[in-house]
């Protein structure tokens, strides 16, 4: 299992629970190779309306994405599972390069396979322009979320 990206399904609600913060501590990392190594070669995304498949499709398409949502801050939080799925909730902060700040709202749907690799993920995402004194998330912008720092459900987001 070379390609293994524990925790594997099935999965309980403590590997769930794991499998959620170690994709949110890598998509914080903002560097879309590292993050894209988490799905399977061929992985299949629906992201808003972008349809990809594959995990150089996946770089290109994150490398646009943190071009243009600058100071990217991400919280992801369990919603459900079952054996090899997760439905996770997730809100991330950002700004463009106008300096205009937003919180996006999402959720998703993942699927694993039998080495924790993702093979799908279908992202539904809702902006809301907020001001800068509205931020939530506040930590180095470069790494993950502190263990201190509150997640959605403490947040009451």
Do not use: C
């Not at 190594?37 to 594959?54: C, D, I, K, P």
């Amino acid at each position: 299992m070379e390609n293994a990206r524990p925790p594997l399904p099935p999965f309980t609600r403590e590997t769930a629970i794991e499998k959620v913060r170690r994709a949110e501590d890598a998509w914080n990392t903002r560097d879309p190779a590292k993050v894209a190594l988490a799905y399977t070669v061929e992985s299949r995304w629906r992201n808003r309306s972008a349809f990809l498949v594959g995990r150089p499709a996946i770089v290109e398409f994150l490398t646009r994405k943190w071009a243009r949502e600058l100071e990217y801050r991400l919280i992801k939080e369990l919603w459900g599972f079952r054996e090899n799925r997760m439905a996770v909730r997730f809100v991330y902060e950002s700004h463009d390069e106008g300096g205009q700040w937003f919180r996006s709202f999402g959720n998703e749907l993942w699927e694993f396979d039998e080495n924790g690799l993702m093979r799908a993920r279908h992202a539904s995402i809702n902006d809301l322009p907020i001001s800068e004194g509205d931020r939530k998330f506040h930590w180095d912008r470069s790494g993950p979320r502190p263990a201190d720092h509150p997640g959605l459900s403490e947040l009451g987001l």
